[in-house]
């Protein structure tokens, strides 16, 4: 009677485990995404800045790295509990296989460390440094942005595809090859996939920005750019990210079955499957669902005579939980996906004629939303990603019932994060709002001083001042 | 020197790099918090702001490198100290996000009341954060976490020699942190705050020094191994580490303008290596040594292979940011 109850425990541990660590990923995914991608949004504008001389993109460019600056520091500690939380909530995990799948983080801490060090040389280079010094300083934060995310992302393809180690028999890890846990074969598509899904969310949410301004009538030159200079950018990623995607997908047929079967809904192995869009999986089927008849098999294989595994073949031990969830969140990403695309041959199609945005206040309404959208489908994307490999956290070799910690008050940590974790994003978004109202209210010369002219050396505004404009000239 | 040994000499040069940097921006946070109400601790403010701004971020990197290193290189150590101090380093993680949201959120907002608020989380948990830390770390010379992990939660760091040692951390890195703060305010010309922080390091000192003399009788009791071996192995670095401390002293007395960052560095340099040494052979003393503990040979090459790349790029970027700094090239705009 005792011992019934403590599986009961241990599962209760391990839900409590999996609800924080996919709460704190999701969170800072969104800032990692800013990390990867605004600087190479930045750098555009300043080099538009610099090379044209162009004020109003000196200025985009000067105001993205200040709100970098704030999405970076919160981006930096969420990212810093992320790598707690590998050991407070899957110690057993980090035991067995840090010795493997580490070698990606280890790689990936000297990324982040060269980009912690020229993003401060760029965001406080402003007034100081040359403007072609301080531009090239920003460069390493784009290449650094791009390695990180190639090392942190390797270490979860090596999650969902392990290689490159040798167990003894006791499970312990005796031998590594580096290069191939680095370069799994999920490495291929799921690197590409995400650092593309950077460049689109960053693109759609910067112009989501200014199309929201745009839509309140400020029409002027700054918030024009502040919409064409990204959205150009995500509209460029997007198709790209369609044709990795796809490539993705066919490789999870491929590699873990199980995960296929569960986002696509299909119970019975065979060919000639249906492709559903939405609905409910069931056990005899799916319900409400749009299918269409032999896509499936097709989409798999370029034929409809493709086989294809179901739920039925997949051990009940090795199934994926949740398949509604699964299925909606793939469904919900390609839809999502798909809508941006054609928003983006929009803007392409309307651009090549008449180099401008569509005229109609739709077009502008569309791109407000489409950054929210993006989010969203980068959400999706990971959870059809994780919560399709469970139950495992390293396919086929450890059960992530087996990783969890046995720690006690696992759901008070949990508690205790979504209280900070909301004070951190409502902080973050008031800090946001605020500056952007600064700088509306400043207008064109918004800080009563331009980039690259240094202002009166002294007088600085102490931590506690009111008001937001340095006292120039003050001396001391 | 074995892979293993070297890997852990690695660790120990993130770790030293983590406490002289890492510790002075805590240190910086906790005279932001003792600097008064607004009008009175308005200057030190200024000075300690300007001086974190750029670099702080940076320097929180190299916790994340000790972290990694520990976990690629020596994974069963880092799942037994994570299975069994998890309050502690739940509670340092708490601090580190606090810290940095709220340093991050002060530097971009103007509202007074928003800014105390912010200023009060950063000021606090700059406090917060190396004492955990430093009770993580004195439960693990004491002794009290177990090979396998799971450890007692709380009897394993509520005890005097662990706690002693989170006071510790929190004392050296006000100490570090106004040596640091005397010679920005030297440089910047300003005398006013070079005599703030001059006074600030000499009573630091002083406290840190109390607080390590209590920690080696704590040590003496609680944690025998690590006192036999600080007291023979390790007894020239504790030497070392008593010059630099009473050479700073003495030049803060007489109050020369000699330099006081390297001997501020060099005690607390000598300390963290004492106890490097003190511990050696163990990661946790005495139940998992560094060659039990150590990954297998290709993962070690990686970590080598990873730390050569930081010597040759983070370390020149990283004196490259602090040269700018210094020459007050990077200017931290509102």
């Known amino acids: 009677m005792v011992l019934d109850a403590l599986p009961l425990a241990e599962s209760s541990n391990l839900l409590a485990a999996r609800e924080q660590m996919a709460f704190t990923l999701a969170f800072h995914i969104v800032l990692s ?12 504008a300043n080099w538009l800045g610099v090379k044209k001389d162009d004020g109003a993109a000196l200025e985009l460019a000067r105001r993205w790295s200040k709100a970098m600056a704030v999405t970076f520091a919160v981006g930096a500690v969420t990212g810093t509990v992320l790598s707690f939380e590998f050991g407070l909530l899957w110690p057993e995990f980090m035991d067995r296989f840090g010795a493997a799948f580490g070698v990606a983080f280890a790689i990936e801490g000297i990324f982040f460390f060269l ?37 942190v992302v390797a270490a979860n393809s090596w999650m969902n595809q392990p290689q490159g180690f040798t167990l003894d028999a006791a499970g312990k890890v005796v031998d590594v090859e580096p290069l191939k846990v680095l370069f799994n074969p999920a490495t291929g598509y799921e690197v590409p996939h995400m650092i593309l899904a950077a460049y689109m969310v960053v693109g759609f949410l910067v112009a989501s920005i200014y199309a929201v301004g745009m839509l309140k009538g400020r029409r002027d030159r700054l918030h024009r750019l502040g919409l064409v200079i990204p959205l150009t950018i995500a509209c460029i990623a997007t198709p790209v990210q369609l044709f990795v995607g796809d490539t993705a997908a066919r490789e999870v047929a491929d590699h873990q079955p199980a995960k296929f079967a569960a986002m696509e809904c299909i119970e019975k192995t065979g060919d000639d499957q249906t492709e559903y869009l939405g609905g409910v999986c069931t056990s005899d089927g799916v319900k409400g669902a749009i299918g269409i008849p032999g896509l499936d098999s ?4 370029f034929s409809k005579d493709t086989t294809v595994t179901g739920l039925n073949d997949i051990p009940d031990d090795e199934e994926p939980p949740a398949h509604t969830m699964l299925h909606l969140a793939f469904d919900a990403m390609v839809g999502i996906g798909t809508a941006l695309l054609a928003l983006g041959a929009w803007f392409g199609f309307v651009w090549w004629k008449r ?57 008070f940590s949990f508690g205790l994060v979504l209280l900070l974790y909301a004070g951190l994003g409502t902080g973050a978004v008031l800090v946001l709002r605020s500056m952007s109202r600064r700088w509306r209210e400043a207008g064109a010369d918004p800080e009563g001083d331009t980039p690259y002219a240094p202002s009166a050396p002294t007088g600085r505004k102490y931590a506690y001042a009111e008001g937001n404009r340095p006292v120039d000239g003050g001396g001391s | ?60 990197v190299w916790l994340i490198f000790v972290l990694v290193v520990l976990w690629t290189a020596f994974p069963p150590a880092f799942s037994a100290i994570f299975s069994t101090l998890y309050v502690p380093i739940a509670l340092a993680a708490l601090g580190i996000v606090l810290r ?31 004492f955990f830390m430093g009770t993580v770390v004195g439960a693990i010379a004491a002794g009290n976490v177990p090979a396998d992990g799971n450890g007692d939660a709380f009897s394993s760091w509520i005890q005097p020699l662990p706690l002693l040692i989170g006071a510790m951390f929190v004392a050296s890195g006000a100490y570090l942190a106004a040596v640091f703060l005397v010679g920005d305010s030297r440089r910047a010309g300003d005398e006013e705050m070079e005599r703030y922080f001059e006074r600030r390091a000499l009573g630091a000192a002083v406290v840190a020094g109390a607080f390590a003399l209590a920690g080696l009788f ?30 700073l002293l003495a030049v803060l007395l007489r109050g020369g303008r000699r330099p006081l960052r390297p001997l501020a560095a060099g005690a607390v340099i000598a300390v963290i290596w004492g106890w490097g040494v003190a511990q050696f052979p163990y990661l946790l003393p005495t139940s998992l040594r560094i060659d039990q503990a150590a990954a297998p040979d290709a993962t070690m090459t990686i970590v080598f292979i990873v730390f050569a790349v930081a010597a040759v790029l983070v370390l020149p970027s990283l004196a490259l940011l602090y040269t700018l700094a210094q020459k007050d090239l990077l200017e931290a705009e509102h």
């Not at chain 1, 965001?123 to 390493?140: C, D, E, M, N, T």
């Not at chain 2, 040069?13 to 009175?40: Q, S």
């Not at chain 2, 040590?219 to 050479?247: I, K, N, Q, W």
Request: proline fraction near 4%; charge should be positive; aromatic fraction near 12%.
């Open chain 1, 33 to 44: 995404c800013l990390g990867v991608a605004l600087p190479a949004t930045i750098l555009l």
């Open chain 1, 115 to 151: 980009e912690a060090i020229f993003l401060a040389i760029y965001i406080y280079g402003w007034k100081r440094l040359s403007p072609w010094a301080h531009f090239w300083s920003g460069v390493p934060m784009v290449i650094t942005g791009i390695g990180g995310a190639f090392a």
């Open chain 1, 298 to 301: 097709f989409l798999v294989g």
């Open chain 1, 355 to 411: 180099r401008d945005i569509p005229r109609t206040p739709w077009f502008l309404r569309a791109v407000a939303v489409s950054g929210a959208g993006a989010i969203v489908a980068l959400w999706c994307g990971w959870i059809v990603t994780e919560v399709g490999r469970q139950p495992w956290i390293v396919q086929g070799y450890m059960r992530t019932s087996e990783a969890v910690t046995d720690a006690k008050g696992i759901w």
């Open chain 2, 1 to 60: 020197m074995s892979k293993a040994d070297a890997a852990a000499a690695i660790l120990w040069v993130g770790a030293t790099f983590y406490a002289l940097f890492g510790g002075a921006d805590f240190g910086g946070g906790f005279w932001d918090l003792v600097a008064g109400w607004d009008e009175r601790g308005e200057r030190p403010r200024e000075v300690i702001q300007r001086s974190l701004t750029p670099v702080w971020e940076a320097n929180h």
């Open chain 2, 100 to 130: 940095g949201a709220g340093f991050a959120f002060r530097k971009s907002i103007v509202g007074l009341r928003e800014r105390r608020a912010m200023g009060a989380t950063f000021a606090i948990s700059s406090v917060l954060t190396p």
């Open chain 2, 218 to 247: 704590a040590l003496h009791s609680e944690a025998r191994y690590v006192f036999d071996r600080l007291t023979a192995e390790g007894l020239p670095l504790v030497v070392v580490s008593l010059l630099c401390g009473a050479a």
